[in-house]
């Protein structure tokens, strides 16, 4: 039956004979029955909002109870308070069958994994922090038997406070380098931005088809970002190309040089040096500072004259130090760009038009903000020295104090195994004097029974045993066996 029109009222009718609950409309100023298709269509074209499910509390459950102790029906009760005779009947049941009527918790779905099981996933990470959350995943079940998803992984190892990150790319450094590091980051701590706006920073980077973000993740917790197990060195991206060069400065910025061929000292001087360095030494007097790192072409013998006869102060740079100039940040931004062009690019000639094109495009502010961070990152620089410095010292502290405990540990065992021997050696010379004392005795008593046996010759008893018996300390016990 199809209902159309619109109707004026709806109602629910109980049935008490069969206790279900139909559904019935008035329509025309009769009562239909619905069909329970024809009642869920009638009730969404209507917009009846059915009411959801609740949960009675303990001042309604205590009413319920209250009446139906002073007699009165579960029918009653329901049409009173408007709740479901089920409802009542499960929960006079339940007060007569342990006189409860509080609801009982509900603990949810039981957790997959054991204890045991979630320390076998932080080992296993920690073993092997480049494992994906896959892995981990396939370890536990081949161990344990226990299949649980990725997402179960990562929610237990983020208990434990470790999280998927992409580890730091670092380069090799030595005591040298270090100490280099922190002597320059001291001397430019206190520079002003006045100062930092005479320096261009310059740099060669390898640009090619291929994606070089090699972005892999590991396991590690907060604040253990720069730690040797989560990091990864790797000196310079190799592969087919285009090798660039830039240099920026405050406020400004040179032309891309891109080339396909090595760079060299007779390129460096004839094309960098003199077509771009030289224009910003001129404009901006000897104020003018040029940044180049330590590389075999940037420090060749042919550059010193050249340097010298433009007038050109070069800036000290401590080796192996990208992180300390800004530019390479500059690349970064270089670098998604291109991999962010749709379609992807296929051809040489078209990386090197874009890559002069977006080279152009990188805001200005955002070079500015790079070069203004020089102060920060040498105070970071200073701190972070100074922390491992402390680290070191409280680690060797440590060291001496155990070695220290370890020393006097010893000197008391081996007092005390002196200690041992000497009670040792006492207490067998006492049984060996006890012993023979006893049989000389027990002789005498026998000879003293039979009289016609003549005595023998008295025995002098000496005052040290003639052998000891062999003694074996033992000295995690201290005690002698």
């Known amino acids: 039956m199809q209902i159309t029109g619109n ?5 629910i009718v109980r049935h008490n004979d069969e206790s279900v609950r139909e559904g019935y409309i008035r329509n025309g100023g009769k009562e239909v029955k619905l069909f329970t298709s024809a009642l869920k269509a009638f009730q969404c074209n209507n917009r009846i909002v059915m009411a959801q499910r609740k949960h009675l509390d303990d001042f309604l459950r205590g009413r319920i109870i209250g009446r139906l102790e002073c007699g009165r029906t579960q029918l009653e009760v329901s049409e009173e308070l408007g709740i479901a005779q089920s409802v009542i009947s499960r929960l006079w049941q339940r007060f007569q069958d342990d006189g409860n009527v509080s609801r009982c918790y509900n603990t949810g779905r039981p957790r997959v994994t054991t204890p045991n099981e979630d320390r076998y996933l932080a080992v296993s990470a920690k073993r092997n922090r480049r494992s994906t959350a896959s892995d981990l995943s396939r370890q536990l079940s081949s161990a344990t038997g226990t299949t649980v998803s990725r997402q179960t992984v990562y929610r237990r190892l983020g208990h434990i406070g470790l999280y998927a990150r992409s580890s730091v790319r670092c380069v090799p450094l030595t005591a040298t380098h270090c100490r280099l590091r922190l002597a320059w980051s001291r001397e430019h701590a206190l520079w002003t931005p006045q100062q930092w706006s005479c320096v261009m920073f310059s740099d060669e980077s390898r640009f090619s ?13 907060p604040g253990t970002r720069y730690h040797q197990e989560n990091t990864i060195e790797r000196h310079r991206y190799g592969g087919a190309g285009w090798l660039v060069w830039g240099g920026i400065i405050l406020g ?20 960098i040096l003199e077509q771009h360095v030289c224009l910003f030494r001129g404009a901006m007097g000897a104020e003018f500072l040029f940044m180049d790192d330590n590389a075999r072409p940037h420090r060749a013998n042919i550059l010193d004259e050249c340097l010298q006869s433009e ?10 130090s990208p992180d300390l100039n800004p530019i390479e940040h500059v690349w970064d931004m270089l670098g998604r760009r291109i991999a962010a062009r749709q379609p992807p690019l296929t051809c040489l000639p078209e990386l090197r038009r874009e890559l002069l094109d977006e080279w152009c495009n990188i805001p200005q ?10 102060p920060r990152r040498s105070i970071l620089l200073c701190k972070s020295v100074s922390l491992q410095q402390v680290c070191n010292g409280k680690s060797a502290s440590l060291n001496q104090v155990c070695n220290g405990k370890s020393a006097s540990l010893k000197q008391v065992y081996a007092n005390e195994l002196v200690t041992t021997r000497q009670t040792c050696h006492k207490l067998a010379a006492s049984n060996s004097l006890q012993t023979i004392a006893k049989a000389e005795y027990e002789d005498n008593l026998r000879f003293e029974r039979t009289p016609d046996i003549p005595l023998p010759k008295p025995v002098v008893l000496t005052t040290q045993p003639a052998r000891l018996c062999e003694v074996k300390i033992d000295c995690a016990n201290r005690s002698c066996i």
Do not use: E
């Open 7 to 11: 109707h004026q009222m709806a109602r």
């Open 209 to 221: 088809l291929q994606s070089d973000s090699r972005r892999t993740f590991i396991w590690r917790a």
């Open 252 to 271: 400004s910025r040179t032309d891309l040089h891109v080339q396909s061929v090595t760079m060299t000292g007779h390129i460096y001087r004839d094309v």
């Open 311 to 320: 007038d050109i102060t070069r800036m000290d740079w401590p080796a192996y």
């Open 365 to 374: 502010d955002q070079i500015d903000n790079l070069i203004l961070s020089m």
